[in-house]
T-cell receptor
Framework: AQSVAQPEDQVNVAEGNPLTVKCTYS??????LFWYVQYPNRGLQFLLK??????LVKGSYGFEAEFNKSQTSFHLKKPSALVSDSALYFC????????????FGPGTRLSVLP | DTEVTQTPKHLVMGMTNKKSLKCEQH?????MYWYKQKAKKPPELMFV???????INESVPSRFSPECPNSSLLNLHLHALQPEDSALYLC?????????????FGQGTRLTVV
């Protein structure tokens, strides 16, 4: 079965500084990886995905993610954090073995401090 | 249109009530999902419909009953719920079973069982 880990429950960063939210995965076969963001009392918003090709994936709102096959990681990054980026971030993998369901990591709460 | 619309946004119901949650999408997606999300936790899969047929039921109690009347609509019928069923219920859709496609989520229904 596929699984996703997000080693940090909470990430704090000052506004204007670069941010990284970490994600590692375990899959059988090719990984299909996704990042979602959730604001309080809202649904999940899609940020970006890795399917194949370039290891650096660009997404919405200035976010990007770096796929590293040897380290089985898919870290989310942004060069300059905004206070409005404060939210809950989920890494997810598409489960090929079980109805192609989306399997989510536990989530990382990002706080950007002014 | 990349919207998944869920109604109602909030629902308070007693343990003897019967209510329904509704979800609608017009993106032509043939896979639709129900997830349950507790506070500060990742979404947990409940049901998956593929081409209007139930393809996954994650051992959800029978007090939750899904229905897919057509390719655009997904309902979740609720009956005799327990207080521990209080949660955010998220509907999502994606392009059938293509692994490289993301899921689009609705804003969720905040359910409180009293």
């Amino acid at each position: 079965a596929q699984s996703v880990a997000q080693p940090e429950d909470q990430v704090n960063v000052a506004e204007g500084n670069p941010l990284t939210v970490k994600c590692t995965y375990s899959v059988s076969g090719n990984p299909y990886l996704f990042w979602y963001v959730q604001y309080p009392n809202r649904g999940l918003q899609f940020l970006l995905k890795y399917i194949t090709g370039d290891n650096l994936v660009k997404g919405s709102y200035g976010f990007e993610a770096e796929f590293n096959k040897s380290q089985t990681s898919f870290h989310l990054k942004k060069p300059s954090a905004l206070v409005s980026d404060s939210a809950l971030y989920f890494c997810a993998v598409r489960d090929m073995d079980y109805g192609q369901n989306f399997v989510f990591g536990p989530g990382t709460r990002l706080s950007v401090l002014p | 249109d990349t919207e998944v619309t869920q109604t109602p946004k909030h629902l308070v119901m007693g343990m003897t009530n019967k209510k329904s949650l509704k979800c609608e999408q017009h993106m032509g997606h043939r896979a639709m999902y129900w997830y349950k999300q507790k506070a500060k936790k990742p979404p947990e899969l409940m049901f998956v419909y593929s081409y209007e047929k139930l393809s996954i039921n994650e051992s959800v109690p029978s007090r939750f009953s899904p229905e897919c009347p057509n390719s655009s609509l997904l309902n979740l019928h609720l009956h005799a719920l327990q207080p521990e069923d209080s949660a955010l219920y998220l509907c999502a859709s994606s392009q059938e079973s293509r692994m490289n496609t993301e899921a689009f989520f609705g804003q969720g229904t905040r359910l409180t069982v009293v």
